[in-house]
């Protein structure tokens, strides 16, 4: 394989950037670039990074020696200050060298394919990355240090020993002998039993509850746009009294809790006859089936606009909070509203960010759960069980056992491709394609 590198930092300026450069041959090159000859693996050092007799910058450099290294091949790191002209310059010296730019994945796929790790604990660390929340990192972390893969072994292992005593019976059988294992029916529906509370043991992303999608919603001029920069702790949206001023969807993410929420502010409702505006509001209207938790933000005295939007959510089955905004001008009113705040002061905003954390509690009891895994596992999670199934119930049946033999191998084949020691070019370019560059 071709030496290739990436930015694993954001492309943006910061204090310190990192590239990444992985491949056979690829040390042979920092004796024309860095300001050393020799370099002891894993050890961190300073100096001079240059490309035509030029010093592109003072650099951090950590090498690391195949096998021993996160792709099992020859890699380094490149610690660098992270100025868009320095990332510029060190992406054209590393171009000038001949390295090729990594397609998104393809240090994860390295070490995938060169036995460092399986390909469901390479799926973990996407989803490690993508976690939205502490629990999220827990679920990703258990596959990602190899728990998952532990299981799916040691169910691969069992129906192995089981196939075994099966094809014992045919050859025994074949001898014209009367022996048959009577513990077989019994270890098989165990083996059944065990592998069903294993995947009741697992989620995926689509029913972890993870999504934690908010929509602020409202009539013009009730304080979405203040409400949504005061969440948020700096200015997202515009903010202005002249109403009808947010037209297009503005998203943000907020953290709170150890805990990543995708906020909403849409556009203010009320009749008009501008066509961008009206366009504006029928998003927001549109938004709100793509939400989980809707804040209907208002101002004290609207309790007609506070029951068309409930209405709007109870029909879409979306959970709705009713905000009062403009405390700090108007008394507040509890009776009606869910949560009374200022915008302008941020008074009650503590009491919201309570509110917003418990609406999203109400799920699924993910503590449950101990292995966050893809909708692919799901699938062959299933499989392995009609097949476990078809074959006790082959034996039950007195059926052929050359058949329940076959069950019990095409059973194992998709435990193998959970771990990825059977595999297509298709399934890892759909895999792989999701990561980030440098990863």
Request: charged content about 30%; some cysteine; hydrophobic content about 40%.
């Amino acid at each position: 394989m071709s030496v290739v590198f990436a930015l694993a930092t954001p492309p943006a300026k910061s204090a310190i950037c990192v590239f990444r450069v992985t491949g056979e041959g690829c040390h042979k090159a920092l004796k024309e670039i860095f300001s050393r000859n020799s370099f002891v693996p894993n050890r961190f050092y300073v100096g001079s990074l240059r490309y035509n007799k030029r010093t592109l910058d003072r650099v951090g450099l950590v090498v690391f020696k195949g096998p021993k290294s996160y792709t099992g091949e020859d890699s380094f790191e490149v610690h660098a200050h992270g100025g868009l002209a320095v990332m510029s310059d060190i992406v054209d010296l590393f171009n000038g060298l001949g390295f090729d730019e990594a397609a998104p994945g393809e240090f994860t796929k390295r070490a995938f394919l060169n036995n460092k790790i399986t390909l469901n604990e390479a799926e973990a660390i996407s989803d490690l990355i993508e976690s939205t929340d502490s629990r999220g990192v827990v679920l990703s972390n258990n596959v990602l240090f190899g728990g998952l893969s532990e299981k799916v072994s040691s169910f691969a292992k069992a129906i192995d020993n089981i196939r075994v005593r099966v094809e014992g019976e045919i050859d025994f059988s074949d001898e014209g002998n009367d022996y048959f294992d009577d513990g077989l029916v019994k270890d098989l529906g165990l083996l059944i039993t065990d592998f069903d509370l294993f995947v009741g043991a697992c989620v995926s992303k689509t029913h972890s509850g993870e999504k934690n999608n908010i929509v602020l919603v409202g009539p013009v001029n009730s304080g979405k746009s203040s409400t949504f920069n005061r969440l948020l702790g700096f200015e997202r949206s515009i903010v202005s009294k002249k109403p009808g001023t947010t037209r297009d969807m503005i998203d943000s993410e907020l953290f709170y809790e150890s805990k990543s929420f995708n906020v909403v502010d849409t556009a203010g409702v009320r009749k008009t006859f501008d066509s961008i505006e009206k366009k504006g509001i029928d998003f927001s209207f549109s938004e709100i089936n793509n939400s989980d938790l809707v804040l209907g933000v208002f101002e004290g005295g609207d309790v007609e606009s506070v029951g068309f939007f409930k209405k709007i959510c109870d029909k879409n089955k979306k959970r709705f909070v009713a905000v009062q905004n403009k405390i700090d001008i108007n008394k507040p009113n509890k009776k009606i509203f869910d949560c009374c705040v200022s915008a302008k002061t941020g008074e009650g905003f503590d009491v919201l960010m309570r509110i917003i954390d418990e609406s999203f509690k109400t799920g699924a009891k993910r503590e449950d759960y101990k292995f966050l895994v893809k909708n692919r596992h799901e699938k062959l999670f299933k499989l392995v069980v009609k097949d476990l199934k078809k074959a006790i119930k082959r034996l039950n049946a007195n059926s052929s056992l050359e058949l329940v033999a076959e069950d019990l191998k095409n059973a194992r084949s998709h435990l193998d491709e959970v771990v990825g020691i059977k595999f297509s070019d298709s399934l890892l370019g759909d895999i792989f394609e999701s990561f980030c560059i440098g990863k």
